[in-house]
Every structure is written in structure tokens, then in C-alpha cells.
């Protein structure tokens, strides 16, 4: 942090406001004559020269066309004006850069007026300092193709993620806890960062917020439990009661496919279901209840997880980019921060999309049950809002669940089946045509046929809990295959790492020839 206040631009900040930025920032060291970024790549960082000095490079030009020396930095053209770089930057000697990431780059600018005035100026000095030497070219001509990922490298992404899904069959017990902790770490995340930005530090912002977490848990549990020891014996009573009510509409309903299709009344074939459900409404508290009720508590212990898990992600989530950071050649750092970005994007919507989406749904569909009279309307949105997080097999167990209230609180009573199937086609609609798009957007960039693909190979993988993670890890996956593809066939990115390492190895030596 001290190293900074020898930046100018850092000079006049607040102690809390370097602590924030310190944690934000990538230490990099160049030997002398390294590349540190070259011409026409797109740019994905500012650097600050901490110690040491650089050289600006145009294409077929021998001699430096400006220099910069401690205290000054370079970059920032193509994060303010969205074009690729417009020169060649090396290392004059040995040196030691200060690197911020385009997002934090971005977010800064918006949080310290002050900083963003010394860059714009900066940025003025330089566009008149070279603007004699090159013409500047505009963002479209500079901007990067896309690169579409070739056959190989799908089959690569699609083999992974089945691979994943294998691996995280087997430790599920530990996968749900991390989903869970990421969903409550992209929650906090937006509190933690406006708490930092106020004057208190990332540890401090962490352990409050975690400890309201834990606080909210233990009141709910605390709440929750007597009220359950209090209400046991008739939640047990309406359990059963909707499930007989759901057995009655069943036996009504394949009653009426017989009358509807005679060749089925020579089959046992309503008879035969309707006792199945009749028996497993009559011997559920017997033979199932307990099982269930286990099974949740065994699952409590790795469930108590994800506050812990939340707690360290806010915690330690900048120190844990910075650490794997400083372990990538510099050759691919620009590259790498993007990669890190584009996960965490990734992974930040559609997690902050699925909450979003069920929050939207439990608010449209209490409203619906409502007016339509079902109770407990607010409990049955919430819960068939959260099983719409499984694809296919979860609005279907809602809708199930929701018919077998309606049948018994109000039986035969058709308008009302009707209205329900009517609900639920609605809701399906605004999920996949107006919520989705609006909310997660087009972002995981997954063709229609290659989802349908993925639910079908996820399920088969996995069962239930592939399904709900074959999205998700398919478009991580994606990204990271992507990047990295482009990493490892750039052979410019391969060639630049090859001549920094001689350099070093150069450097290494020096003095030790007699």
C-alpha cells in the first residue's frame, strides 16, 4: 500500500480507499526489453509502473515513439474508448507494473471522480503526444473477430462436462453446499462492495454480513421448531389428506380415459395405478415420512456449509484471484483476468437469474392461487417456484402437488383443474419467452438443440441433480474452453512467453561467465 502513494494518481486517496484498491490490483514484474502488451490486441487492463520504465512501440517503427517512468501508467486507451491497442508497450528495464482489470478498472472510475479526471487528462496528453505519429484507427476496423470454437473443442467442452457431471454424481453432499454458497455469496456481494466503498474494510464487511446470515438462520430455525413440534400432528393430517384428495382425482381421471377409450378397460390399467397411489397415500406417515425426514437431517450438516463457504468467498475472493493470478507467465495474464471475469459473469447471472425467476414466479403464482381461492396460496408459489429450478420433472411435481390441494380442498370441483392447467401453461410461457430472456438474457450463448441435448445426457449422467447442473457447468465450461482455446493456439501469446523466459534466463546468468 505504500508502494501506491507513490503513484500521483493514488496520492490523494484515503488510507481505507488504497486498502480497496490494493486488493484489486495484479503486482506483475517485466525483465528488460519483455513485451508487455502488444499492437491490436484488445485490451482487457490499465498497468501502473511502480518501479522502472517502458517503451511505446508502432509497427514497423525501430525507435520508441514515447517512454513512461515510474509513477505514470498506460492502457487505459482502450478500456475508455473501446478500441484495441494502438501500440506495442515493452519493458525499457527491469520493472514492476500495478495491473487493474477492465471491470475494476470501470468500477473505479465511477466511485473516485478524482481518478477518473487524472486518467481522462492523461489519457488528452498522450493522444496529442502521438497523435502525429500514427492515424487512429476506429474501434470497428481494430475490433477482435469472433472466434467461434471448432469441432474439436466442443467435443472437448461437451466431454468435460459429462465428465463433471460424473465426478459431482459421486461428492453431491459437497456440490449442493457450494451452489448454495454461491447463491448467497452473488446475494452479499453488491453489500460488501457498497460497505467497502463507505470506509470499511472487506474483513469487516465480511463477518457482518456472514454473521447476519448465520443470525437469520438461527432466529428461522429457532422460530421454526417449536412451531413444528406445535403443528406436527396436523401437518401430518393435511399431508394425508392431500394425498388422498390426489388419489381420488386420479381415480377420477383414469375412470374417465377408460370411458374415453374402451381397448383400456380390458387392461387393469386404471386399477392398477389408482391402487399404487391409494396405498402410498394410506402408508405414507408409516413407510416413507420418516425416511424423508432423516434424509434431511442428514443432509443438514453439509447444508450448514454454504454460510461458511459465503463467508470465505467474501472474504477471501479477491486474494484468491490475485494468488492463481500471480502463478500465470505474463505472456497470458490479459487473457487469463479475462477468463476469470468471464466465469465469474457467468456464473453470477445465472445464479442471480434463478433467484430473480423464482422470486417473479412465487409473487405471479401467489397471486393466481389467491384469486383462485387455493390456500396455502404464498407457500405453494414459494415451493413450486423453487422446484421450477428442475428442468422438466420440477413444474411438473408442482403442478402435482398443487392439483392434489385444489382436489382436496374443493373436490370435483373442474373449473377450478381447468384454471390451475391454465396457470401453469401461463407461467411457463412468461418463463421461457419473456422471463428468461429479460432476466438471464442471451449470455450462456447455448444453442435450444444443444440444451435439449444436455438435459437429456445430464439427467442420464446424474438423474435429478444433473439436470439442474448440466446448464450451469456447460456454459462454465464453454467459457473456460474457449479462452483457453484461443490461448493455446495463439501462437504470438506462445512466442512472447518463449522470449520472456530466454530473457530471464538470460538475466539468470548474467555474471556467472568467466
Given at each position: 500500500?505504500r508502494i501506491?502513494?507513490?503513484v500521483?494518481?493514488?496520492?490523494?486517496?484515503?488510507?481505507h480507499e488504497?486498502?480497496?484498491?490494493?486488493s484489486l490490483?495484479?503486482q506483475?514484474?517485466?525483465?528488460?526489453?519483455e513485451?508487455?502488451?502488444?499492437?491490436?490486441?484488445?485490451?482487457?487492463a490499465?498497468?501502473?509502473i511502480l518501479?522502472g520504465?517502458?517503451?511505446i512501440f508502432r509497427?514497423?517503427?525501430?525507435?520508441p515513439?514515447?517512454?513512461l517512468?515510474?509513477g505514470?501508467?498506460?492502457?487505459?486507451r482502450?478500456?475508455?474508448?473501446?478500441?484495441?491497442r494502438?501500440?506495442?508497450?515493452r519493458?525499457a528495464e527491469?520493472c514492476?507494473?500495478?495491473v487493474l482489470?477492465?471491470?475494476?478498472?470501470?468500477?473505479?472510475?465511477?466511485?473516485?471522480p478524482?481518478?477518473a479526471a487524472q486518467i481522462?487528462e492523461?489519457?488528452?496528453l498522450i493522444?496529442?503526444r502521438?497523435?502525429?505519429?500514427?492515424?487512429?484507427?476506429?474501434?470497428?476496423?481494430?475490433?477482435?473477430?469472433?472466434?467461434t470454437?471448432g469441432?474439436i473443442t466442443w467435443?472437448?467442452?461437451?466431454a468435460?462436462t459429462c465428465?463433471?457431471l460424473?465426478?459431482f454424481k459421486n461428492i453431491?453432499w459437497?456440490?449442493?453446499?457450494?451452489?448454495l454458497a454461491?447463491?448467497l455469496?452473488?446475494?452479499?456481494?453488491p453489500?460488501?462492495?457498497k460497505?467497502?466503498?463507505?470506509?470499511?474494510?472487506q474483513?469487516?464487511?465480511a463477518h457482518s454480513?456472514?454473521?447476519a446470515l448465520?443470525?437469520?438462520i438461527?432466529l428461522?430455525?429457532?422460530?421454526f421448531?417449536?412451531?413444528?413440534?406445535?403443528h406436527?400432528?396436523?401437518?401430518?393430517?393435511?399431508?394425508?389428506r392431500?394425498?388422498?384428495g390426489?388419489a381420488?382425482?386420479?381415480?377420477?381421471?383414469l375412470?374417465?380415459?377408460?370411458?374415453q377409450f374402451?381397448?383400456?378397460?380390458?387392461?387393469?390399467f386404471g386399477?392398477?395405478y389408482y391402487?399404487?397411489?391409494?396405498d402410498f397415500s394410506?402408508h405414507?406417515?408409516?413407510?416413507?415420512?420418516a425416511?424423508?425426514?432423516f434424509?434431511?437431517?442428514?443432509?443438514?450438516?453439509?447444508?450448514?456449509?454454504?454460510?461458511l463457504?459465503?463467508?470465505?468467498?467474501?472474504k477471501d475472493?479477491?486474494?484468491l484471484r490475485k494468488?492463481?493470478g500471480?502463478t500465470?507467465?505474463?505472456?497470458?495474464f490479459e487473457k487469463?483476468?479475462?477468463?476469470?471475469?468471464a466465469v465469474?459473469?457467468?456464473a453470477?447471472?445465472y445464479?442471480l437469474g434463478?433467484?430473480?425467476i423464482a422470486?417473479?414466479?412465487?409473487l405471479l403464482?401467489?397471486?393466481?392461487?389467491?384469486i383462485l381461492?387455493?390456500?396455502p396460496?404464498?407457500v405453494l408459489?414459494?415451493l413450486?417456484?423453487?422446484l421450477?429450478?428442475?428442468p422438466y420433472?420440477g413444474?411438473l411435481?408442482?403442478?402435482?402437488?398443487?392439483?392434489?390441494?385444489a382436489?382436496s380442498?374443493?373436490?370435483?370441483?373442474?373449473?377450478?383443474?381447468?384454471?390451475?392447467?391454465g396457470?401453469?401453461?401461463?407461467?411457463?410461457?412468461?418463463?421461457?419467452?419473456?422471463?428468461?430472456p429479460?432476466?438471464v438474457?442471451?449470455?450462456l450463448?447455448?444453442?435450444?438443440l444443444?440444451?435439449?441435448?444436455?438435459?437429456?445426457v445430464?439427467?442420464s449422467?446424474?438423474?435429478?441433480p444433473?439436470l439442474?447442473?448440466?446448464?450451469?457447468?456447460?456454459?462454465?465450461?464453454?467459457?473456460?474452453g474457449?479462452?483457453?482455446g484461443?490461448?493455446?493456439t495463439d501462437?504470438r501469446?506462445?512466442a512472447?512467453?518463449?522470449?520472456?523466459?530466454?530473457?530471464?534466463?538470460q538475466?539468470?546468468?548474467?555474471?556467472?561467465?568467466?
Open positions: 500500500m501506491l502513494r507513490d500521483p494518481l493514488f496520492s490523494g486517496l484515503q488510507c488504497l486498502i480497496t484498491l490494493d490490483l495484479h506483475r514484474k517485466y525483465v528488460a526489453n513485451v508487455i502488451f502488444d499492437q491490436d490486441e484488445e485490451g482487457q490499465i498497468y501502473f518501479s520504465k517502458v517503451e509497427k514497423n517503427r525501430a525507435e515513439i514515447a517512454s517512468d515510474t505514470e501508467f498506460f492502457g487505459e482502450a478500456l475508455l474508448q473501446n478500441v484495441s494502438v501500440a506495442q508497450v519493458a527491469d514492476v507494473l500495478a482489470f477492465r471491470d475494476d478498472f470501470l468500477s473505479l472510475l465511477h466511485t473516485h478524482q481518478i481522462t492523461h489519457n488528452s493522444n496529442a502521438v497523435q502525429s505519429e500514427f492515424e487512429v484507427v476506429s474501434p470497428e476496423v481494430l475490433s477482435n473477430p469472433h472466434n470454437p469441432i467435443a472437448g467442452i461437451i468435460s465428465l463433471l460424473l465426478i453431491l459437497l456440490i449442493v453446499p457450494f451452489l454461491f447463491m455469496y452473488y446475494l452479499m456481494a453489500l460488501a462492495k460497505m467497502v466503498q463507505s470506509g470499511l474494510s474483513q469487516f464487511a454480513l456472514s454473521g448465520l443470525l437469520l438461527g428461522a430455525v429457532l422460530l421448531y417449536p412451531l413444528t413440534i406445535a406436527a400432528a396436523d401437518w401430518q393430517i393435511a399431508l394425508t392431500y394425498l388422498s390426489g381420488m382425482l386420479l381415480e377420477q381421471l375412470h374417465g380415459l377408460q370411458q374402451s381397448f383400456l378397460n380390458s387392461t387393469h386399477n392398477d391402487q399404487e397411489v391409494r394410506e405414507f406417515s408409516d413407510k416413507y415420512l425416511n424423508i425426514v434424509g434431511l437431517a442428514a443432509w443438514l450438516p453439509s447444508l450448514l456449509l454454504a454460510p463457504i459465503s463467508f470465505f468467498l467474501l475472493g479477491a486474494f494468488m492463481v500471480n500465470v507467465p505474463n505472456a497470458f487469463t483476468l479475462y477468463l476469470f471475469h465469474d459473469r457467468t453470477r447471472m445464479f434463478l433467484i430473480k422470486a417473479l414466479d412465487a403464482l401467489s397471486l393466481a392461487f389467491w381461492g387455493i390456500t396460496a404464498l408459489g414459494i413450486v417456484a423453487v421450477s429450478w428442475i420433472l413444474p411435481a408442482g403442478f402435482a402437488i398443487v392439483m392434489m390441494v382436489a380442498n374443493d373436490p370435483g370441483n373442474l373449473p377450478l383443474y381447468y384454471s390451475i392447467i396457470v401453469f401453461i401461463t407461467m411457463r410461457i412468461l418463463d421461457d419467452f419473456v422471463f428468461l429479460m432476466v438474457g442471451k449470455s450463448k447455448i444453442h435450444p444443444l440444451t435439449i441435448m444436455m438435459f437429456l445430464g439427467e449422467i446424474a438423474g435429478v444433473g439442474m447442473l448440466v446448464i450451469p457447468l456447460l456454459a462454465i465450461v464453454m467459457v473456460l474457449e479462452t483457453l484461443i490461448i493455446l501462437k501469446l506462445q512472447r512467453h518463449k522470449f520472456a523466459q530466454k530473457l530471464r534466463w538475466a539468470a546468468n548474467h555474471g556467472l561467465e568467466k
